[in-house]
């Protein structure tokens, strides 16, 4: 899987090219859109993925008959906070307006009230109002190539991140100093510790593991550490995004340690004594976000998300998918 490099000039370029995409597309007359969602949803009603492609839109949408029905019209949405509106704009676009949500945008760590379309939630409890949608995408979907081969790589563990929350203070209270791992924050000293240096992604891949450690919601690092050639290694996550982090399965697609990090240094020993266990989990892992990077596969799934959402909250007549979206397990088994 060939990715782009997340260096400072690509990401302008695709900054740029994200915001040019997001306008000229709301440029263009809703009624194309409209005619374009029953086209795509006409044709996935006998598509042989079908079965895979709603799995996935339960998940993400775990809502039942009778949802409360939301507030606001599709063409009042708030377009304060752009990155998100566009996020949503891609797919709202395809729905008639006088349709109502309601959303909430940023780092959602709560299950709101009502049924809402949110960028995460928790992954413990009941979080059905919480209906996911692939926002802020330009910030949490950047992959890139890692092109350095494991034998060179180091034998260590890196992380690099602000300390703003009590998982990764205790990171660096156990190893920061540490030989086997290379972990610090950025920015100015805190708590104690002084900072260390910034690793860009491209430097982190020169190590064998990287940790992928829950900021305010989940660990934005996340996908480009899976997608790279090297293995993830992080505590159980309490948030998941469309990314469906709820779903992956420790020692399958990344290495799970404890939330005090007392059994890092045994875990990277046990990986440095089985490099093919090790290789195995990166396979499992490229696979797994390889399955996020078709872009008209991520369409049709969040079209099936809406047109559920619509479904339950009473706005939209029972489709050619209703006994799909009403009646299957939200349970998701990544390959």
């Known amino acids: 899987m060939k990715l782009p490099s997340l260096g400072g000039t690509a990401t302008t370029i695709n900054r740029v090219r994200y915001y040019a995409t997001g306008i000229a597309r709301h440029a263009l007359p809703r009624e194309w859109f409209l005619q374009r969602s029953k086209s795509i949803l006409r044709d996935l009603e006998d598509a042989p993925e079908l079965d895979e492609l709603v799995r996935r839109a339960n998940y993400c949408n ?3 008959h009778g949802a409360a029905k939301p507030g606001v019209r599709l063409d009042a949405v708030d377009r304060g906070r752009s990155r998100y509106y566009f996020d949503l704009d891609e797919y709202l676009r395809y729905f ?3 349709l109502k949500v309601n959303y909430l945008f940023g780092d959602v760590t709560w299950v709101p009230n009502a049924p809402s379309l949110v960028k995460s939630r928790p992954t413990d409890g009941e979080n059905g109002n919480s209906v996911l949608l692939n926002l802020d995408k330009l910030r949490h979907f950047r992959l890139c190539y890692d092109d350095t081969p494991w034998e060179k790589k180091k034998p260590m563990a890196v992380w690099r991140g602000a300390l703003n929350n009590p998982l990764r203070s205790e990171l ?5 100093e540490s030989a086997f791992a290379d972990v610090g924050h950025v920015g100015d000293t805190k708590e104690g510790f002084r900072s260390k240096g910034f690793l860009s992604p491209q430097d982190q891949m020169g190590y064998r593991y990287i940790l992928s450690i829950e900021g305010f919601d989940v660990a934005t690092n996340l996908k480009w550490i899976m997608a ?4 993830c290694v992080m505590p159980k996550g309490r948030c998941e995004t469309w990314f469906m982090e709820g779903g992956l399965i420790p020692d399958r697609h990344f290495v799970e340690v404890r939330p005090d990090f007392s ?3 045994d875990k990277i020993a046990a990986l ?7 290789q195995d989990i990166v396979a499992n892992a490229n696979a797994y976000v390889a399955s996020f990077c078709d872009r008209k596969t991520e369409r049709k799934i969040s079209l099936l ?3 559920k959402y619509f479904e339950a909250t009473g706005q939209l007549p029972p489709s050619a998918f209703s006994h799909l979206f009403f009646q299957q397990t939200h349970e998701f088994q990544p390959g």
């Not at 790279?228 to 293995?231: L, Q, T």
């Open 272 to 278: 440095e004594r089985d490099p093919l266990w090790a």
């Open 62 to 64: 775990k809502l039942g």
């Open 305 to 307: 998300v809406l047109q």
């Open 228 to 231: 790279s050639g090297s293995v």
């Open 263 to 265: 059994d890092l240094e």
């Open 96 to 98: 008639p307006t006088q």
């Open 172 to 176: 660096l209270r156990r190893h920061h």
